[in-house]
């Protein structure tokens, strides 16, 4: 469970009142927070080496690997943020910072997700929608969003609508996780996918501008595939995928993101 606001307030109520429903239905379960707060993570300067070399080089990593690690160690993930003039606030962002370069490089295809908000008054749904957003664009498989207008500031109590709201996804989220199962991507995830996967092969080891990225896509079970060996994807989105996959292919031939050497 992530916590990407500043303090433990109304958002954080509705993801424990969802970890206790959760422990309802599974008693074994377990549960670890990692408040962002705490990690101290500096704001992203910028630097683009997550995209040139990867994201070991990052002066940032020895945080953000232990969050990487902490996902992919994990079944399923709560992710709870404040709503800032219908965005995500400053903490929530500046982790999606230090991630972005996972939209060129998706890693996360088994994981799923629950991002919750909670705002004082309208901008709830555009603040989840970004992030449910970005998730799918870094491989998440599937993501639930609870955003709940608290009209209040520090003085928040749920109502018996948003417990039971709480209660049905809890439900639904631990059907899914235990279920194992993968979701196949929209239609909408497999364009910027395959639009990578074939505009890399101008940034692959020999070129001008060899990056991280050619090296990712390369990869055998990448370079053949709409999407990643996990998911399954139904004829027609093939079609579909390997349609963006010329066009980036061809667009690679064209365009060339250049850095300084």
């Known amino acids: 469970m ?48 997550c995209f040139r070399k990867g994201h070991e080089y990052c002066p940032h990593n020895k945080i953000m690997e232990k969050i990487i690690d902490k996902i992919d160690e994990s079944d399923g993930m709560i992710f709870a943020m404040t709503t800032f003039y219908m965005q995500p606030n400053a903490l929530t962002k500046n982790l999606i910072d230090h991630l972005s370069y996972m939209v060129h490089r998706p890693h996360f295809f088994k994981n799923k997700a629950i991002v919750v908000t909670t705002v004082g008054g309208v901008g709830g749904n555009s603040a989840a929608n970004y992030l449910v957003g970005f998730l799918k664009g870094i491989g998440f498989n599937y993501c639930y969003k609870l955003s709940v207008a608290s009209y209040s500031w520090n003085n928040y109590m749920p109502d018996d609508k948003t417990k039971i709201k709480c209660k049905m996804l809890a439900e639904r989220f631990h059907k899914d996780v235990s279920s194992k199962k993968t979701h196949t991507p929209s239609l909408g995830v497999l364009i910027p996918y395959n639009l990578f996967r074939g ?63």
């Open 2 to 49: 992530f916590n990407g606001s500043p303090h433990k307030g109304n958002t954080w109520q509705l993801v424990k009142l969802i970890q206790e429903n959760l422990e309802g239905i599974s008693p074994e379960s377990a549960f670890e927070e990692i408040q962002l707060t705490d990690l101290q993570l500096p704001f992203c300067t910028g630097c683009s080496i």
């Open 199 to 261: 505009m890399s092969l101008g940034y692959v080891k020999g070129t001008e501008y060899e990056t991280e990225d050619g090296v990712y896509w390369i990869n055998q079970s990448r370079s053949k595939s709409t999407y990643d060996p996990l998911v399954t994807v139904p004829f027609y989105k093939k079609i579909f995928g390997n349609l963006f996959y010329v066009i980036g292919k061809t667009a690679s031939k064209f365009i060339t993101v250049k850095y300084k050497k």
